[in-house]
């Protein structure tokens, strides 16, 4: 009797957890290997939305998601003093479009979806890959702890800084691009003024807002600044230096915002990047999410990456002994999908972090005018992905 492939997948997140899931469906024998001691994530607000509703309604976890979602029902935007100056109702914008959208925390996403599949796959926390060697048969892993094993199949899941594509494609200043912003989120610890309304600031090149979510609120910074020569993504004391440098002269509650961030223990910052590369597989190793295709700032790549883990786990189903041929059709089929919101980062950073005062004005008055439907179709066309149609065969 054949034995089922063995994969290992790296990175625990939401891509991850997703291809576990529906590669065990489809008789593989799944490991995860995560380099946190458990689920850890940013705890930004990110949507499921278009193709990834579809996934997670297949995989029975909707409804949790739903239990789970922050239910934002529109965005304010103040100035400096506070007083409003435009507000987008997101209700009237998802009737518009008739979107069956979720927004939920990252954390909960992850959470979610790693219970949906945790009985099905292997998870080894607190460790990471530090080495693969592949032939013809499977690929040879070495572990940081655990001991050297032998799969048939290695999907690297591990997000923008991934260790997998460092290892076999080569080293992140070769695909990752700096789109000149950062985002970063402080956990509160108490509840938002507004249970349901994310309220938003603007200065030129600066973006401070309070979201609540479930019951706490989450303060977010998003600004333009260059990428520093040093960077260093787990580097707590240079990721406050790089916010409260940014936000020195900014109002409204800006100041004391700032006095929690120097204090906090713990806060999640990050460049908003593109990643490009050529092909998102060599041989018997894979790329998924944003190890393949960053395109990272509306929480849109939560929803491409669990779109992309089942197209993936479908095409390795349908040819187990041919993954070649698998991750090629997967890399047609997704690229598809993610071509238009990577040229549409632009777009999305003019809207919410624009880099002058006339452009702060102009979007302030936009969101006035705006007829909801006018709103929401606009949002569909430009930050909503769908499934594309997958051509017939020939």
């Given at each position: ?173 070769e ?5 000149g ?35 706490e ?63 998102w ?21 939560s929803t ?21 041929a ?55 066309r ?13």
């Amino acid at each position: 009797m054949m034995t089922s492939p063995s994969v290992l997948i790296s990175g625990a997140g939401v891509g991850g957890t997703t291809l576990a899931y529906w590669l065990a469906r489809h008789g593989f024998r799944v490991t995860v290997v995560e380099r946190s001691a458990g689920l850890r994530s940013s705890g930004n607000p990110v949507d499921v939305r278009g193709p990834a509703v579809d996934v997670v309604e297949r995989m029975g976890v909707l409804g949790a998601l739903q239990e789970a979602a922050t239910h934002v029902t529109a965005l304010s935007f103040v100035n400096g003093a506070g007083r409003q100056v435009g507000r987008v109702n997101l209700q009237a914008m998802q009737r518009a479009s008739g979107s069956r959208e979720v927004e939920v925390t990252r954390t909960d996403l992850a959470a979610i979806l790693y219970d949906a599949g945790r009985d099905s796959a292997e998870f080894l926390f607190h460790d990471t890959i530090t080495a693969v060697r592949q032939d013809g048969d499977g690929v040879e892993v070495t572990f940081r702890n655990a001991a050297p094993r032998r799969f048939d199949l290695v999907i690297g899941a591990d997000g923008l800084h991934s260790t997998t594509r460092k290892l076999a494609f080569g080293p992140e200043s070769e695909f990752v691009r700096h789109m000149g912003l950062f985002v970063a989120t402080l956990r509160l610890g108490e509840p938002a003024e507004r249970d349901r309304e994310v309220v938003l600031y603007n200065a030129p090149g600066r973006l401070a807002s309070i979201h609540p979510v479930r019951g706490e609120g989450l303060a977010a910074f998003i600004f333009r600044a260059p990428m520093p020569g040093d960077f260093d993504s787990r580097d707590l004391e240079q990721h406050k230096r790089l916010v409260t440098t940014a936000y020195a002269d900014a109002e409204w509650q800006v100041p004391q915002l700032l006095e929690r961030l120097r204090a906090a223990d713990d806060i999640w910052l990050d460049s908003v990047s593109r990643v490009r590369i050529d092909r998102w597989s060599d041989g018997r190793i894979g790329l998924l999410g944003d190890a393949a295709s960053s395109v990272s700032l509306f929480g849109e790549g939560s929803t491409l990456a669990i779109a992309g883990a089942d197209t993936l786990a479908r095409e390795l189903a349908a040819s187990p002994a041919d993954p070649q041929a698998a991750f090629a059709r997967y890399e047609r089929e997704h690229r598809r999908l993610v071509a238009p919101r990577q040229g549409n980062v632009s777009v999305a950073a003019a809207l919410m972090v624009p880099a002058t005062r006339r452009g702060v004005a102009v979007r302030n008055l936009a969101t006035r005018l705006w007829p909801a439907a006018a709103a929401g179709g606009w949002l569909r066309r430009h930050l909503t992905p769908s499934r594309p149609s997958v051509p017939a065969a020939t």
